[in-house]
């Protein structure tokens, strides 16, 4: 444990801003001299998120990356936003240690512009400015994680303008196999996971729990209001899932998820702040093959998210979710067709509602898909008709085009619309406006891949026009208040994405750069909290029984607020090392020191990141 003032003796700590670089540098070098993800996965590898229907990864052409449960098993992280950050174009602030609040930035975009599924259920919030609850969902229930980045309106509707994150949690398969696992680190940090899954006949089934405490640090460091005490949290999940093969090509799934968390913050200077969030996730999906080129999807869920706050008064919103979806898809000689109907249903409960503490509406949409691979080339079209309830009707549009011009590479090019509605609270609360607009974007982008056995290669440059933002401003308006939700902004999302991953000898290697400029249109400036240029530079290894890697972040200065006139957050290094061995038959120790040069660095102003840490961790696991 680090004494109380730590925060302050590592601040003191002066380190050339150009030191954050030499990672980038070495990342670039690197990928530029051997030509080597954009997924951490097989080539042949199943893929849902692309166009809403299974494709090998090998034919997908948007920029997606796949984390499969290996990846996820020997990262050692903790929480769910540390593995995103070490995602291709996404960029994670956090004010504090895990389970306080969290951004993800894909592309320079607001966290509110990816969309979220888990197990094809909707994450999403009315709550604020919405988007998903990552301090929330539980690392410990997910197998697989997609990532699809760029504009995907065509295929998700609302929200999906900078991309969408598919999360699987586990599935069961023949057999019964059992699992716990225990783990104890810095910051009195302890979890513990328990479960089991298999399948017997026709049936599998999966069921996890997972429960994990930290006393935390003193997550602010400055400001007006400050109290001098310890930020842990609590966070309780359960995660099930059921399959049934009904017959031959017939078969129905039923997944829950349930996570609850009590983080502590500051926003007084005296006090016991807290936060309470509480998410369930329920879903009922039936799929028929009715012959090897014919197939439906059926697919009911529901969300419900809450977020109860103590800081000198209680706090309460809740968010319920309900998605309805019918999806057709025909193979044949000439393409692939899909059509898909779909129903979304919004609700929000806030005591800060004007006009009543409950508002809700819907979305009705109508999509068509069309994809075509002929020789060397391929071709994917979607178009999508969203109606909602308050704006009328919404059209999206996608078209890419793939061109496999040589032995192992991949040109490809693509255009694409999204949109966004306002949440419920941006237009009905105190500070909201009923008259929002909602948010537009057009996104173009053009990739080219390399790829042979275990080395790959991606290059990906993207510009997205976003009209109509929504921001938060100080301004009376007309709302009344000193803060009000107004359509004030314009931003442009503009850079370029390498990746790529080889073999050396012994060492696996994977990196990734992006370099962005993700700015207003109408001052240039950059939007807050985001670097012009981060990276992650990975190396993994099997040495006399043990799997080791690290791991080099990096990331350049960021303005923490749209009024500063210079950027208050400072470029930073980070190292983070991992090693896991099996000790026995059942038995693998896993071990994790993230920061390891204990360098001090704000991901947002007056808001304390942890210093050096360790986490020891060992699970049970039957052959």
Same mark, same amino acid.
């Given at each position: 444990?680090?004494?109380?003032?730590?925060?302050?003796?590592?601040?003191?700590?002066?380190?050339?801003?150009?030191?954050?670089?030499?990672?980038?540098?070495?990342?670039?070098?690197?990928?530029?001299?051997?030509?080597?993800?954009?997924?951490?996965?097989?080539?042949?590898?199943?893929?849902?998120?692309?166009?809403?229907?299974?494709?090998?990864?090998?034919?997908?052409?948007?920029?997606?990356?796949?984390?499969?449960?290996?990846?996820?098993?020997?990262?050692?992280?903790?929480?769910?936003?540390?593995?995103?950050?070490?995602?291709?174009?996404?960029?994670?602030?956090?004010?504090?240690?895990?389970?306080?609040?969290?951004?993800?930035?894909?592309?320079?975009?607001?966290?509110?512009?990816?969309?979220?599924?888990?197990?094809?259920?909707?994450?999403?919030?009315?709550?604020?400015?919405?988007?998903?609850?990552?301090?929330?969902?539980?690392?410990?229930?997910?197998?697989?994680?997609?990532?699809?980045?760029?504009?995907?309106?065509?295929?998700?509707?609302?929200?999906?303008?900078?991309?969408?994150?598919?999360?699987?949690?586990?599935?069961?398969?023949?057999?019964?196999?059992?699992?716990?696992?225990?783990?104890?680190?810095?910051?009195?940090?302890?979890?513990?996971?328990?479960?089991?899954?298999?399948?017997?006949?026709?049936?599998?089934?999966?069921?996890?729990?997972?429960?994990?405490?930290?006393?935390?640090?003193?997550?602010?460091?400055?400001?007006?209001?400050?109290?001098?005490?310890?930020?842990?949290?609590?966070?309780?999940?359960?995660?099930?899932?059921?399959?049934?093969?009904?017959?031959?090509?017939?078969?129905?799934?039923?997944?829950?998820?349930?996570?609850?968390?009590?983080?502590?913050?500051?926003?007084?200077?005296?006090?016991?702040?807290?936060?309470?969030?509480?998410?369930?996730?329920?879903?009922?999906?039936?799929?028929?093959?009715?012959?090897?080129?014919?197939?439906?999807?059926?697919?009911?869920?529901?969300?419900?998210?809450?977020?109860?706050?103590?800081?000198?008064?209680?706090?309460?919103?809740?968010?319920?979710?309900?998605?309805?979806?019918?999806?057709?898809?025909?193979?044949?000689?000439?393409?692939?067709?899909?059509?898909?109907?779909?129903?979304?249903?919004?609700?929000?409960?806030?005591?800060?509602?004007?006009?009543?503490?409950?508002?809700?509406?819907?979305?009705?949409?109508?999509?068509?898909?069309?994809?075509?691979?002929?020789?060397?080339?391929?071709?994917?079209?979607?178009?999508?008709?969203? %109606?909602?309830?308050?704006?009328?009707? *919404? !059209?999206? /549009? $996608? #078209?890419?085009?793939?061109?496999?011009? @040589?032995?192992?590479?991949?040109?490809?090019?693509?255009?694409?619309?999204?949109?966004?509605?306002?949440?419920?609270?941006?237009?009905?609360?105190?500070?909201?406006?009923?008259?929002?607009?909602?948010?537009?974007?057009?996104?173009?982008?053009?990739?080219?891949?390399?790829?042979?056995?275990?080395?790959?290669?991606?290059?990906?440059?993207?510009?997205?026009?976003?009209?109509?933002?929504?921001?938060?401003?100080?301004?009376?308006?007309?709302?009344?208040?000193?803060?009000?939700?107004?359509?004030?902004?314009?931003?442009?999302?503009?850079?370029?994405?390498?990746?790529?991953?080889?073999?050396?000898?012994?060492?696996?290697?994977?990196?990734?750069?992006?370099?962005?400029?993700?700015?207003?249109?109408?001052?240039? %400036?950059?939007?807050?909290?985001?670097? *012009? !240029?981060? /990276? $992650? #530079?990975?190396?993994?290894?099997?040495? @006399?029984?043990?799997?080791?890697?690290?791991?080099?972040?990096?990331?350049?200065?960021?303005?923490?607020?749209?009024?500063?006139?210079?950027?208050?957050?400072?470029?930073?290094?980070?190292?983070?090392?991992?090693?896991?061995?099996?000790?026995?038959?059942?038995?693998?120790?896993?071990?994790?020191?993230?920061?390891?040069?204990?360098?001090?660095?704000?991901?947002?102003?007056?808001?304390?990141?942890?210093?050096?840490?360790?986490?020891?961790?060992?699970?049970?696991?039957?052959?």
């Amino acid at each position: 444990m680090f004494p109380m003032n730590v925060f302050e003796q590592r601040r003191q700590r002066a380190w050339m801003p150009a030191m954050a670089w030499r990672p980038v540098s070495l990342a670039v070098v690197c990928l530029a001299g051997l030509v080597a993800p954009a997924a951490a996965a097989a080539l042949d590898e199943v893929v849902v998120s692309a166009t809403r229907s299974e494709q090998r990864l090998s034919d997908v052409l948007a920029d997606v990356t796949v984390l499969d449960g290996d990846v996820l098993e020997r990262s050692g992280a903790l929480a769910l936003e540390d593995v995103m950050a070490k995602v291709p174009g996404i960029q994670i602030t956090r004010n504090g240690g895990p389970g306080a609040d969290t951004d993800l930035f894909m592309r320079g975009a607001n966290k509110q512009h990816t969309a979220v599924y888990v197990d094809g259920i909707r994450i999403d919030a009315q709550n604020g400015s919405g988007g998903a609850p990552w301090e929330t969902l539980p690392l410990e229930s997910i197998e697989r994680i997609e990532v699809l980045r760029g504009a995907a309106g065509a295929l998700y509707g609302s929200d999906a303008m900078a991309g969408t994150v598919q999360i699987f949690t586990r599935r069961g398969e023949t057999g019964f196999k059992p699992h716990v696992s225990v783990g104890a680190g810095s910051y009195g940090t302890k979890k513990g996971t328990a479960g089991f899954s298999g399948g017997q006949g026709a049936w599998d089934y999966a069921l996890g729990l997972s429960y994990a405490d930290s006393e935390g640090f003193d997550a602010k460091t400055g400001g007006s209001k400050r109290n001098l005490d310890k930020d842990g949290y609590v966070r309780k999940s359960a995660n099930a899932r059921v399959g049934l093969q009904l017959s031959a090509g017939q078969r129905l799934d039923v997944t829950a998820l349930t996570s609850d968390s009590n983080a502590g913050y500051d926003s007084r200077a005296q006090g016991d702040d807290r936060t309470i969030r509480s998410l369930d996730a329920y879903g009922l999906n039936w799929q028929s093959d009715w012959t090897p080129d014919v197939r439906t999807r059926v697919a009911v869920s529901q969300s419900r998210q809450s977020w109860d706050t103590w800081d000198g008064k209680h706090y309460h919103a809740e968010t319920l979710l309900r998605n309805y979806l019918v999806h057709n898809e025909w193979r044949s000689r000439v393409g692939t067709f899909s059509v898909l109907a779909e129903r979304r249903e919004d609700s929000l409960e806030n005591t800060l509602l004007v006009g009543g503490h409950e508002r809700s509406r819907h979305q009705n949409a109508l999509g068509l898909g069309y994809g075509l691979h002929w020789q060397q080339h391929a071709v994917q079209l979607n178009l999508r008709h969203d %109606r909602d309830s308050d704006f009328g009707g *919404k !059209r999206t /549009a $996608t #078209l890419a085009y793939g061109w496999d011009f @040589a032995t192992h590479w991949k040109a490809t090019a693509s255009v694409g619309t999204g949109f966004k509605v306002p949440t419920l609270f941006q237009r009905f609360s105190k500070n909201g406006d009923s008259s929002l607009k909602p948010e537009e974007s057009r996104n173009m982008e053009l990739g080219l891949r390399w790829s042979d056995k275990d080395l790959s290669f991606s290059a990906t440059a993207y510009r997205s026009k976003v009209d109509n933002l929504v921001s938060y401003e100080e301004d009376l308006g007309s709302c009344g208040e000193n803060y009000c939700y107004m359509n004030v902004d314009r931003a442009q999302l503009e850079g370029i994405t390498l990746a790529g991953k080889w073999r050396t000898g012994m060492l696996k290697w994977y990196a990734s750069v992006d370099f962005q400029n993700p700015h207003d249109m109408d001052n240039g %400036r950059l939007l807050k909290r985001r670097s *012009k !240029r981060y /990276a $992650t #530079l990975g190396v993994e290894t099997t040495l @006399a029984g043990w799997t080791l890697g690290t791991e080099l972040q990096a990331a350049s200065r960021r303005f923490n607020d749209d009024a500063e006139a210079v950027k208050s957050l400072g470029g930073y290094t980070l190292v983070n090392l991992s090693a896991s061995r099996q000790l026995a038959r059942d038995f693998t120790l896993t071990a994790r020191i993230d920061n390891a040069l204990d360098r001090d660095y704000t991901l947002v102003k007056d808001y304390a990141t942890a210093g050096r840490t360790l986490w020891l961790g060992v699970k049970w696991m039957p052959w």
